[in-house]
C-alpha cells in the first residue's frame, strides 16, 4: 500500500486530479492516445515505484487529457510477467489508477485467434478469461484498504458495458467477435499441442497481459471491459512461423477500428 500511495500522491502533486476514465494500450495499440487533449504526459521512469516498460512497441508513458466528454488516464504500454516483474508490479498502474478516482477501465491488447473462424484483424471483445499465468495479484497479504480477501470473479467484465459496446460496433459496422481470453506467461508463442489444449479448454483467444490488470481491477470493485486485435491465426493443423514485426503491424493495421470503438464508448459512459 505504500509503494501504490507513493505512486498516487506523486502523480496527484503533477496535476493529475479525477480521471474518470483509465485505458491500458497494448502491443502496437498506441495510436489511442494522439486522439487525447493532453493536459499531462510523464514517463513511467518518473513515476515513483512504477516499473518500466522493456517492450519496444510499448511507449512507456501515463497520458492525463480528455477524449471526448470524459477526463481520461491512459497507460500507453502495460507491464508483463515475461519481462521479469511480480504481479503485484504490474498491476501497480490499476491500483494507483482507482486510487486517483478512475471510475472505469479500458483495456486493450493483440492475442492470437484460436478460432478458426475468424481473421486476423478482427477486433473480439472479452466476455470471460482463463488464467495460466503462474500466479495472480492477489497473492499474498490482502490489501484491505483495496478489497476483499476472496472477491468474486463470476462477471469480471462489466455486461452492460460489453452490450453497449457491441452495440457501437454494430451501428460503426466494425465486426466485434465475443469470446474467452486466455492468459499465457510467453514470451514464446506457443507450440501446435499447445493451441490445441487452449482451444480444448475453451479459450477463443490467447495473449500474455490483461488478466492480472482484470483480476485486480474486479478486486477494488472497479468495472472493466477489454478488446483483443486478433494479430495471428493459430491453426495447430496450418501452423506458419510468426513474426512478432508481423504481429505489431497486424495490430497497427486494426487500430483506427479498435480508437473509433473506444472513442465513441468513452463518450457513453
Known amino acids: 500500500m505504500e509503494e501504490i500511495l507513493q505512486a498516487a500522491n506523486y502523480l496527484k502533486e503533477q496535476g493529475i486530479t479525477q480521471p474518470q476514465i483509465g485505458i491500458v494500450l497494448g502491443t502496437g495499440l498506441g495510436h489511442l492516445a494522439s486522439h487525447i487533449n493532453v493536459i499531462k504526459e510523464i514517463p513511467y521512469q518518473n513515476i515513483p515505484k512504477f516499473p518500466i516498460s522493456t517492450v519496444e512497441s510499448h511507449t512507456g508513458k501515463l497520458i ?32 494507483v489508477m482507482k486510487l486517483l478516482g478512475v471510475e472505469f477501465l479500458l483495456l486493450s491488447n493483440a492475442a492470437g485467434s484460436l478460432n478458426l473462424n475468424w481473421k486476423k484483424g478482427d477486433l ?40 453497449k459496446m457491441e452495440a457501437i460496433a454494430k451501428h460503426l459496422d466494425i465486426t466485434l467477435r465475443k469470446g474467452v481470453y486466455v492468459s499465457v506467461p510467453g514470451p514464446m508463442l506457443e507450440t501446435r499441442a499447445e493451441y490445441r489444449y487452449l482451444k480444448h479448454i475453451g479459450a477463443d ?56 470503438l473506444f472513442i465513441a464508448l468513452i463518450n457513453k459512459l
Not at 492525463?64 to 498491476?91: C, D, P, S, W
Not at 482484470?214 to 477489454?226: E, N, Q, S
Not at 510468426?242 to 477500428?257: M, R, T
Open 64 to 95: 492525463y487529457g480528455t477524449l471526448g466528454n470524459k477526463t481520461v488516464l491512459a497507460m500507453q504500454g502495460r507491464f508483463h510477467y515475461y519481462e521479469g516483474y511480480n504481479m503485484q508490479q504490474i498491476v501497480l498502474p490499476i491500483r
Open 124 to 163: 473480439m471483445l472479452i466476455d470471460d478469461h482463463i488464467n495460466l499465468q503462474p500466479s495472480n495479484p492477489l497473492i499474498g497479504k490482502n490489501l484491505d484498504e483495496l478489497g476483499p480477501r476472496f472477491p468474486d470473479m463470476s462477471a469480471p467484465y462489466h455486461a452492460p458495458t460489453n452490450a
Open 205 to 260: 483467444a490467447v495473449g500474455m497481459s490483461t488478466v492480472p490488470e482484470v483480476i485486480a481491477a474486479h478486486h477494488m470493485g472497479l468495472p472493466c471491459a477489454a478488446v483483443s486485435v486478433l494479430t495471428d491465426e493459430c491453426d495447430p493443423d496450418n501452423l506458419k512461423p510468426v513474426d512478432i514485426k508481423e504481429i505489431i503491424a497486424v495490430a497497427a493495421g486494426a487500430e483506427l477500428k479498435l480508437t473509433n
